[in-house]
């Protein structure tokens, strides 16, 4: 009776009204209960029951009721879903078609149904699919998705790539080649006898740059020629327009998908051995004490390598071990000339600029069905060193240029340090007495002097903390200094094959030696470039994820320890990274808790405390077991087997 009682509805209505709205993004709990987050610093409860018309990331209007001194949202209106365009997986129940959202903390299928011409009955269990959100339950009162492409059968070898090149809406083929291309003439340089030669790994097949290096009174002649794409590539026609769309190469562990296509990329503009190519070639003095001399010169020219070489083969040659030896005395020549200049250029870097650290890249080696068989760490090598330290001259030279020439172009930029979090830095740098504060961390030269002195100092604690402090590497259409290199410009132009702005920096040289007009980049694709390069990085390090948690998942019977280095601390547990093979994995505080002495992490420090002693901190090495492998969400759990590196650090 007092159900049905108009009154009381009424009543209740008029109490309701006059509790506050507020409005806030669900954060959904594996748990079943959520929370309505109106702002860093305000957050209501959610219950179970509400939380079943909500989805992690709607964004909504909500009621905050309070009782006994607690606060719990109830959901009124959508305003935006969390959950619009996605990659799933196929449920059934009761042969219905659900799908199951490929997203952290989505652990409920949703009522499907097929179109765009996918059949229904012809999806399985466990296939992966794009989907699209349709019905929302707080405003339709159910959830419904269609489901509008299958990207892999569920027992697909190829679905690790098919997928993490779906959720990232990433092209999963080389663009095709609609017409025959033509070449378009213009007058270059005849340096087809100039000695060029490229240094790569065995597979590449896009190779877009090649040096040749004579020694001088002063130093060294280096000339870097760089494959010319916009030969055949007009701006503005078909092809520029899927190039300027993908704008890179998508490199992922055993195989990539060419921003250009392959008859491009892999044969009419990569400078195979032994054929004549169209290039732009810098003539690039550097000096004996490795510094860059007289301004770069540029030149259209056509060019023709004289021998292809592999890294392993040139590091094993140049370190006297291995029987390979180069073919003449003039590459010979040329191989032991680049070396002594790269030598010279890093002594010069280290001095007045920054270095990288040494730090090893992982290999996959994969079999035909895409199975990993062996991950390989591999450590920069004297031939990395040569051609790196060629590519980054070259590339600060055309910085250079193009800020001195025009004013504009496409400048890789990094600014250091975040404003809004100098003050913090500056007090953390204080207690540590860093020999460089204040407003000297906003300059090049300051930046650079920091780096140097967290180089040496004997853990890499304060520089894996003082990281956090970091502003992003951006892309600016104006010059820029880039902190991260040390350099006051840079601007990449040596990869034109596989990165579109490089593509674009090519054209502004060629219009400047031409003495054509100039149009200056747009600030959209500068914001394109930096976005897209964010999304590549996210590909390559789910895939990575992917392939990782199926090669280690024979280490959980076995018990093979590996060197874990610590990337994170907080009050959940510890971030490693596996020296051995670079996999991610995470030990939660609760596996390694002492009850009678408990472990306390603060992530403001990045140390872990056992009452007031550091056990463990960020840069630390430990040694660790796999206690786990996740395949659904491709994370790895890791147990604690022993220190390995005492802390040494000293206190703030």
Not at 105 to 126: I, T
Not at 130 to 152: G, M, P, R, W, Y
Not at 213 to 218: H, K, L, Q, R
Request: proline share 5%; net charge negative.
């Amino acid at each position: 009776m007092l159900q049905n009682n108009p009154l009381l509805a009424q009543l209740k209505q008029q109490l309701r009204e006059s509790l506050p709205v507020k409005e806030g993004v669900v954060r959904a709990t594996a748990k079943n209960f959520g929370f309505l987050e109106v702002s860093d610093k305000e957050s209501h409860f959610i219950s179970p029951p509400l939380m079943k018309k909500l989805l992690h990331g709607d964004r909504i209007t909500a009621v905050v009721r309070e009782t006994d001194d607690k606060t719990q949202a109830e959901p009124e209106a959508l305003l935006e879903s969390g959950l619009s365009h996605f990659v799933g997986r196929v449920k059934r129940f009761k042969n219905r078609l659900q799908v199951l959202p490929d997203l952290p903390l989505f652990k409920d299928a949703l009522k499907a149904k097929a179109v765009n011409g996918v059949e229904d009955k012809a999806l399985s269990e466990g296939d992966w699919v794009k989907a699209s959100l349709v019905q929302h339950a707080l405003k339709d009162e159910q959830f419904l998705v269609e489901v509008t492409e299958l990207i892999a059968k569920a027992d697909d070898a190829n679905a690790p790539w098919l997928v993490v090149l779906a959720r990232h809406n990433l092209p999963k083929a080389a663009p095709e080649l609609s017409a025959e291309l033509t070449q378009l003439e213009l007058e270059r340089a005849d340096l087809s006898a100039t000695p060029f030669f490229t240094i790569d790994s065995s597979s590449t097949q896009d190779m877009d740059d090649a040096i040749a290096i004579s020694e001088t009174a002063e130093g060294w002649l280096l000339q870097v020629a760089v494959a010319d794409p916009d030969a055949y590539i007009h701006a503005g026609s078909a092809l520029d327009s899927i190039a300027a769309e993908r704008l890179f190469t998508t490199y992922l562990p055993g195989r990539n998908v060419p921003m250009l296509p392959r008859q491009l990329a892999d044969e009419l503009c990569s400078l195979h051995p032994g054929q004549l190519r169209p290039a732009l070639v810098l003539r690039l003095q550097i000096l004996k004490d490795g510094s860059i001399g007289s301004a770069p010169e540029f030149q259209l020219a056509t060019i023709c390598s004289q021998a292809r070489f592999d890294y392993q083969l040139v590091s094993d040659y140049l370190s006297g071990t291995g029987d390979w030896q180069p073919d003449s005395e003039v590459m010979a020549s040329q191989l032991h000339s680049l070396c002594a200049m790269a030598k010279a250029r890093q002594h010069w870097r280290k001095t007045h600029a920054i270095v990288f650290q040494d730090k090893p890249d992982y290999r996959f080696a994969l079999n035909e069905q895409g199975q990993v068989i062996a991950i390989h760490a591999e450590h920069r090598r004297i031939a990395n060193v040569m051609v790196e330290e060629a590519m980054i001259a070259a590339n600060q030279a055309c910085g250079r240029y193009l800020a001195e020439q025009l004013g504009f172009g496409v400048f890789n930029s990094h600014s250091g340090f975040e404003s809004s979090k100098l003050n913090p830095l500056n007090e953390l740098l204080a207690s540590f007495a860093a020999p460089v504060q204040g407003e000297a961390l906003t300059q090049l030269s300051g930046f650079c002097q920091l780096r140097r002195w967290l180089d040496q100092l004997p853990t890499p604690y304060l520089d894996n903390r003082i990281r956090r402090y970091q502003a992003y590497a951006g892309v600016s259409i104006t010059p820029a200094p880039h902190f991260g290199l040390g350099a006051e410009h840079y601007a990449t132009w040596t990869s034109p094959i596989r990165k579109y702005s490089d593509l674009v920096n090519q054209r502004l040289l060629k219009a400047i030696l031409l003495q054509r007009p100039a149009e200056a980049p747009s600030e959209e694709l500068a914001k394109r470039l930096a976005e897209q390069r964010k999304i590549q990085r996210r590909a390559e390090r789910d895939i990575a994820d992917w392939l990782y948690c199926q090669f280690l998942s024979s280490a959980i019977d076995s018990g093979q320890t590996f060197t874990g280095e610590i990337q994170d601390i907080n009050r959940a547990g510890i971030r490693l990274r596996l020296l051995e093979n670079g996999a991610q994995g995470f030990i939660a505080l609760t596996s390694i808790n002492d009850e009678q002495n408990p472990l306390t992490a603060n992530w403001e420090e990045g140390r872990c405390y056992q009452g007031d002693t550091v056990r463990f901190e960020l840069g630390q090495q430990v040694q660790v077991k796999i206690s786990d492998i996740n395949q659904e969400t491709q994370s790895i759990s890791l147990a604690l087997v022993q220190a390995t590196v005492e802390t040494t650090t000293s206190a703030d």
